[in-house]
């Protein structure tokens, strides 16, 4: 039976045996096959004996054998140790919990780019709409597929450094203190993340609009923009990805369901680095258009140090500042709540 | 697995321990059996040889002391479970 083998063990004689035994040792290492072979043609044989001892036909045994066998792929995967999932129970939560963190920050991310591209190239709403929709789609796809191709890989290298079901080194560890809080009024929940995604959204397209269309027109016809246009040398891409970043914290205020002091430096960062430029910039009398200004008359009226661009500016300082000490409020009363509990 | 350790300290191959699992009433399939072998092998809780001395050449395995030593442990922890079960249902029925 041993000698109808070539050295990698490809069966040279065609039995029902020896094609189930090749559809096993295929997908098995080499340095392993041979071993294995003998052992489980033994067994095949060891239980048609038995059959046929039995009162059984000897093609009906064999039959019956392999059958009760069953699929030789689950077997070698036996034989490997490899699991017969793609993503398993150790791994599971994490790629879903990666997965929906993903996408809930680069889907807005890529939304926001795309419409600021698209709608500086010129397009029509349809067209802006269609594109990002089908651009949406195919990022999404990707992401899902890339994520769910590196996890797919862990579970297969890291097969073998499992342990007891605690999960792989460096997966998360379950944290009672990141379950969502329940309607503790904490935070706005998902209207305030609606809210401040919209306004992200917003920033850039309006940024970009107002560049491209404006109620007065220079002497070749081109339209004069509301915002000075030096700006666009570094300030208002500056304010686009601060409008961007913005609306990821607030995808991730919301995951986390309410406020933390880490969440407030950061929410106290985005603030002051948002809000302090174009407050300079007012004040400063920069912000706007001079030409689009000369054109309303109002340039004295906004001009550097003038009373109501030094408004303008407090007033922006003010809901700055609330903004910060609004986040310090809630995190005091979210601990608060957090301690009575 | 635990069958499997305590039966084999009296050295078998895969087929007869198939057939002495089923006959002390724990039935297992090959394809489960077969892998979990090898599996105990390549953690050192089984040892293996070829015998050649038949027609037929066999592998047999045979408890490792670690196998042995692993397979007390795992009766007493059964015993406890047992014991612990057997409470419970009496207080359950009385």
Same mark, same amino acid.
């Given at each position: 039976?041993?000698?109808?083998?070539?050295?990698?063990?490809?069966?040279?004689?065609?039995?029902?045996?020896?094609?189930?035994?090749? $559809?096993?040792? /295929?997908?098995?290492? !080499?340095? /392993?096959?041979?071993?294995?072979?003998?052992?489980?043609?033994?067994?095949?044989?060891?239980?048609?004996?038995?059959?046929?001892?039995?009162?059984? !036909?000897?093609?009906?045994?064999?039959?019956?054998?392999?059958?009760?066998?069953?699929?030789?792929?689950?077997?070698?995967?036996?034989?490997?140790?490899?699991?017969?999932?793609?993503?398993?129970?150790?791994? +599971?939560?994490? +790629?879903?919990?990666?997965?929906? %963190?993903?996408?809930?920050?680069?889907?807005?991310?890529?939304?926001?780019?795309?419409?600021?591209?698209?709608?500086?190239?010129?397009?029509?709403?349809?067209?802006?709409?269609?594109?990002?929709?089908?651009?949406?789609?195919?990022?999404?796809?990707?992401?899902?597929? =890339?994520?769910?191709?590196?996890?797919?890989?862990?579970?297969?290298?890291?097969?073998?450094?499992?342990?007891?079901?605690?999960?792989?080194?460096?997966?998360?560890?379950?944290?009672?203190? !990141?379950?969502?809080?329940?309607?503790?009024?904490?935070?706005?929940? &998902?209207?305030?993340?609606?809210?401040?995604?919209?306004?992200?959204?917003?920033?850039?397209?309006?940024?970009? =609009?107002?560049?491209?269309?404006?109620?007065?027109?220079?002497?070749?016809?081109?339209?004069?923009?509301?915002?000075?246009?030096?700006?666009?040398?570094?300030?208002?891409?500056? %304010?686009?990805?601060?409008?961007?970043?913005?609306?990821?914290?607030?995808?991730?205020? +919301?995951?986390?369901?309410?406020?933390?002091?880490?969440?407030?430096?950061?929410?106290?960062? %985005?603030?002051?680095?948002?809000?302090?430029?174009?407050?300079?910039?007012?004040?400063?009398?920069?912000?706007?258009?001079?030409?689009?200004?000369?054109?309303?008359?109002?340039?004295?009226?906004? $001009?550097?140090?003038?009373?109501?661009?030094?408004?303008?500016?407090?007033?922006?300082?003010?809901? $700055?500042? =609330?903004?910060?000490?609004?986040?310090?409020?809630?995190?005091? &009363?979210?601990?608060?709540?957090?301690?009575?509990? | 697995?635990?069958?499997?350790?305590?039966?084999?300290?009296?050295?078998?191959?895969?087929?007869?321990?198939?057939?002495?699992?089923?006959?002390?009433?724990?039935?297992?399939?090959?394809?489960?059996?077969?892998?979990?072998?090898?599996?105990?092998?390549?953690?050192?809780?089984?040892?293996?040889?070829?015998?050649?001395?038949?027609?037929?050449?066999?592998?047999?395995?045979?408890?490792?002391?670690?196998?042995?030593?692993?397979?007390?442990?795992?009766?007493?922890?059964?015993?406890?479970?047992?014991?612990?079960?057997?409470?419970?249902?009496?207080?359950?029925?009385?």
């Amino acid at each position: 039976m041993n000698a109808a083998r070539n050295p990698v063990g490809r069966p040279t004689a065609d039995t029902l045996t020896d094609r189930y035994v090749w $559809a096993v040792l /295929k997908s098995l290492p !080499e340095a /392993k096959r041979s071993d294995i072979d003998r052992e489980l043609r033994a067994s095949i044989a060891d239980d048609v004996d038995a059959r046929v001892a039995g009162g059984d !036909e000897p093609a009906a045994a064999e039959r019956a054998v392999l059958l009760d066998l069953g699929e030789p792929m689950r077997l070698a995967a036996g034989y490997a140790g490899r699991p017969l999932a793609l993503i398993g129970p150790d791994l +599971y939560v994490d +790629y879903v919990r990666l997965l929906k %963190l993903l996408l809930w920050i680069v889907l807005p991310i890529v939304t926001v780019t795309l419409f600021v591209i698209n709608a500086l190239s010129g397009a029509e709403p349809g067209e802006l709409i269609g594109g990002t929709v089908g651009i949406l789609l195919g990022v999404g796809v990707h992401l899902c597929f =890339w994520v769910t191709l590196v996890f797919v890989i862990i579970e297969r290298t890291g097969a073998t450094t499992r342990s007891g079901g605690k999960g792989y080194p460096g997966s998360t560890p379950f944290d009672p203190d !990141e379950l969502h809080a329940i309607a503790t009024g904490t935070t706005g929940g &998902r209207s305030e993340l609606i809210a401040s995604l919209v306004f992200a959204l917003l920033v850039p397209v309006a940024l970009v =609009w107002q560049q491209n269309s404006s109620n007065f027109r220079d002497a070749d016809g081109a339209p004069i923009p509301v915002i000075n246009p030096e700006l666009w040398s570094f300030w208002l891409p500056y %304010l686009i990805v601060l409008a961007v970043l913005t609306a990821v914290f607030a995808v991730v205020l +919301y995951r986390v369901g309410r406020w933390t002091w880490p969440l407030v430096v950061v929410n106290a960062v %985005l603030t002051v680095a948002t809000i302090g430029p174009i407050a300079w910039l007012v004040w400063t009398g920069a912000a706007l258009n001079e030409a689009y200004l000369d054109r309303l008359g109002w340039t004295d009226f906004v $001009a550097a140090g003038s009373p109501s661009a030094t408004l303008t500016a407090v007033i922006l300082v003010g809901i $700055a500042a =609330w903004t910060i000490i609004d986040s310090v409020i809630k995190t005091v &009363r979210a601990s608060r709540v957090a301690e009575a509990v | 697995m635990l069958a499997c350790l305590l039966m084999l300290r009296t050295p078998q191959y895969g087929y007869a321990l198939l057939e002495q699992l089923a006959d002390a009433g724990i039935p297992v399939e090959g394809n489960t059996l077969y892998p979990l072998l090898r599996r105990l092998e390549s953690q050192g809780l089984l040892v293996s040889e070829w015998n050649t001395d038949e027609s037929r050449p066999r592998k047999f395995y045979r408890t490792s002391p670690a196998g042995d030593s692993l397979a007390t442990v795992l009766l007493e922890d059964w015993k406890n479970l047992q014991l612990s079960i057997d409470r419970i249902s009496r207080k359950e029925t009385s």
